[in-house]
């Protein structure tokens, strides 16, 4: 299923414009005041996600990739309206949630679900499968019928059996408690899923049959997906569009066969050449070279610059901004500028 047709016309589902998130302890007037006094250093802030644009169309599936601790997760909480980014704003359908009625904004809010990476920790333990299924729809009034019948057909959806509902999160195995967390997500009717991590936790066989009912539910019902993972085989499988994150920025944007075709960024480079394939011949793995610098203490200009076998001045002093390459294919990297080509 591809997206709407006119997309240049229809609003994307989810639109961040310029969205940062910085988490830290914020002074108080005493702590202020030592600060200005030189007695005390300003307390350090980490900047998760810095001034990230990012657009999702509906209809389809956007797999954002990135190493770990790149913002990722903090991303997908911000699009999912779990947190509220320190700067920037999210639009849905074109509108942005934060100027929106209550009562819409809530509505908005019920359409945008998540998947969490962990089922062993995103499931009340002390609640059965069943009334964690049904009590979102319940409490927002969203059950027409049979309340039973009801969280019967999302057990179904998922690909359980509702004979199970009546079962605690400990009594189910990993891929099953992960399909409970499905059938959360869809019993509020959403038209955008969030999946952070949803297979990582998960054995391989088990993987293949989560992706292939993420696949199934997009079809049968229109749904869109941001995909978050470091699995880079699975995004290639699942996405039509790749994002890839870089210590809290997007340094490259692209259709999936392009990004890993004709991949522009050094760092995206990087990652597709380590990517494992099958292959008869032997293969030399490099690593990346040096380690992700602290959040807390980012490199100046471009965050990759310290790791890159092509950074020059301009890469420590300037960010550079993500802009269009081709088609449909964005990066950030100074060596796109033909004064230096």
């Not at 944007?253 to 004709?262: Q, S």
């Amino acid at each position: 299923m591809m997206p709407e047709a006119g997309t240049s016309e229809v609003p994307p589902l989810i639109d961040l414009k310029s969205v940062s998130r910085q988490f830290g302890r914020h002074p108080d007037f005493a702590a202020r005041m030592a600060i200005a006094l030189k007695l005390a250093t300003p307390v350090p802030m980490l900047r998760a996600v810095d001034q990230v644009d990012l657009a999702v169309r509906k209809g389809e599936v956007l797999g954002l990739v990135g190493e770990s601790g790149c913002g990722k997760s903090t991303l997908g909480r911000i699009a999912a309206g779990i947190l509220p980014p320190s700067q920037g704003s999210v639009l849905w359908r074109g509108q942005d949630l934060a100027q929106l009625p209550r009562a819409a904004r809530r509505e908005a809010r019920l359409r945008v679900q998540m998947i969490f990476q962990n089922p062993y920790a995103s499931l009340n333990p002390r609640r059965s499968a069943g009334d964690i299924v049904g009590e979102a729809p319940r409490i927002h009034k969203l059950i027409a019928g049979d309340p039973a019948a009801f969280i019967d057909e999302q057990f179904r959806r998922a690909g359980l059996d509702p004979a199970l509902k009546r079962r605690y999160p400990h009594q189910f195995s990993g891929g099953q408690r992960q399909r409970i967390g499905i059938a959360r997500a869809l019993a509020v009717r959403p038209d955008f899923i969030i999946c952070d991590e949803a297979v990582a936790a998960l054995d391989v066989s088990v993987q293949a049959q989560i992706l292939n009912l993420f696949m199934d539910l997009r079809a049968s019902l229109n749904l869109t997906y941001l995909f978050i993972s470091h699995d880079l085989g699975v995004v290639q499988h699942i996405s039509d569009r790749v994002a890839i994150m870089y210590l809290g920025r997007i340094v490259e944007e692209a259709p999936t066969d392009e990004i890993f075709a004709r991949a522009n960024h050094p760092y995206s480079q990087a990652l597709l050449a380590e990517m494992p394939r099958i292959e008869t011949t032997k293969r030399h793995f490099t690593a990346v070279k040096g380690e992700v610098p602290s959040p807390l203490a980012p490199p100046a200009g471009c965050h990759f610059h310290p790791r890159c076998p092509h950074a020059f001045a301009r890469c420590r002093v300037e960010a550079p901004p993500l802009k269009t390459i081709a088609a449909g294919h964005k990066s950030a990297c100074h060596l796109n500028d033909t004064a230096v080509v």
